[in-house]
């Protein structure tokens, strides 16, 4: 009975039906970042195929300014299922949409951090870090049952050996840690620890997915790595406080 049902599960994954269209968000924003305009055209590429047209029409039918937009709104998830990249439905309590819902959590975390903060340099490290998080949301969602899905949307190593470079010299310019620091020294580094602790949650999130549907190597790294280099940057914030 068990075999059925996993059987079952597999096959529910394995037929696309189509991309939603909340997988356009970023298009706009980063549409000119060369690091994320391959990524942006293989999605729509992908999309034309695999979106039903009537689909298309109710997602794209607002016009402002002489440019279509997407709906907010579709519809589409009032049975409590939402869509994979590359296809394929799953309930909203699936474990690989939990995993993405927190690191859309800690996207928003950093953000907050991000507002707090008022060192150029750091700024632009949070910012970078959540641009990585688009990315890390795509791979962990993908529908691994189909060719694309195995070879687009994935984390580059580049981007963890980003966080293992930065962290490091991070950590040899602070002074050592005398015991457990105690968050709150200032609001952007308690904004940076909450991130932190919200990180480390999608992190066993992530790891928790089936091992047939689970996220990159490069993607299970990203995220462990990267807790340590936001208590690093809580960290380094607190210490320009007391300066």
């Given at each position: 009975?068990?075999?059925?049902?996993s059987?079952?599960?597999?096959?529910?994954?394995?037929k696309?039906?189509?991309?939603?269209?909340?997988?356009?968000?970023?298009?706009?924003?980063?549409?000119?970042?060369?690091?994320?305009?391959?990524?942006?055209?293989?999605?729509?590429?992908?999309?034309?195929?695999t979106?039903?047209h009537?689909?298309?029409?109710?997602?794209?039918?607002?016009?402002?300014?002489?440019?279509?937009?997407?709906?907010?709104?579709?519809?589409?998830?009032d049975?409590?299922?939402?869509?994979?990249?590359?296809?394929?439905?799953?309930?909203?309590?699936?474990?690989?949409?939990?995993?993405?819902?927190?690191?859309?959590?800690?996207?928003?975390?950093?953000?907050e951090?991000?507002?707090?903060?008022?060192?150029?340099?750091?700024?632009?490290?949070?910012?970078?870090?959540?641009?990585?998080?688009?990315?890390?949301?795509?791979?962990?969602?993908?529908?691994?049952?189909?060719k694309?899905?195995?070879?687009?949307?994935?984390?580059?190593?580049?981007?963890?050996?980003?966080?293992?470079?930065?962290?490091?010299?991070?950590?040899?310019?602070?002074?050592?840690?005398?015991?457990?620091?105690?968050?709150?020294?200032?609001?952007?580094?308690?904004?940076?620890?909450?991130?932190?602790?919200?990180?480390?949650?999608?992190?066993?999130?992530?790891?928790?997915?089936?091992?047939?549907?689970?996220?990159?190597?490069?993607?299970?790294?990203?995220?462990?790595?990267?807790?340590?280099?936001?208590?690093?940057?809580?960290?380094?914030?607190?210490?320009?406080?007391?300066?």
């Open positions: 009975m068990e075999k059925t049902k059987s079952a599960a597999s096959r529910h994954r394995q696309p039906r189509f991309l939603r269209p909340e997988s356009h968000a970023g298009e706009k924003k980063f549409r000119e970042d060369d690091a994320f305009a391959p990524l942006f055209k293989k999605r729509r590429n992908i999309a034309s195929r979106t039903p009537s689909m298309q029409l109710h997602t794209t039918t607002t016009m402002q300014n002489n440019t279509r937009r997407p709906k907010i709104s579709t519809g589409t998830g049975d409590g299922e939402t869509g994979l990249f590359y296809g394929g439905r799953v309930p909203k309590t699936d474990s690989q949409i939990g995993a993405t819902g927190d690191c859309d959590e800690l996207n928003a975390a950093i953000g951090a991000k507002c707090r903060c008022s060192n150029p340099a750091r700024k632009e490290i949070l910012e970078t870090i959540q641009k990585d998080l688009f990315i890390l949301m795509g791979d962990i969602s993908l529908n691994r049952y189909t694309e899905a195995k070879e687009e949307l994935q984390l580059q190593g580049s981007r963890v050996r980003w966080v293992e470079i930065l962290g490091a010299d991070i950590e040899a310019k602070l002074p050592p840690a005398g015991g457990w620091d105690l968050p709150g020294a200032n609001p952007e580094s308690a904004a940076l620890h909450t991130a932190r602790t919200i990180c480390r949650r999608a992190e066993r999130h992530i790891l928790a997915v089936p091992t047939t549907h689970q996220a990159s190597k490069n993607a299970r790294t990203y995220i462990n790595r990267l807790s340590d280099l936001l208590y690093l940057l809580g960290r380094e914030a607190a210490t320009e406080n007391q300066r």
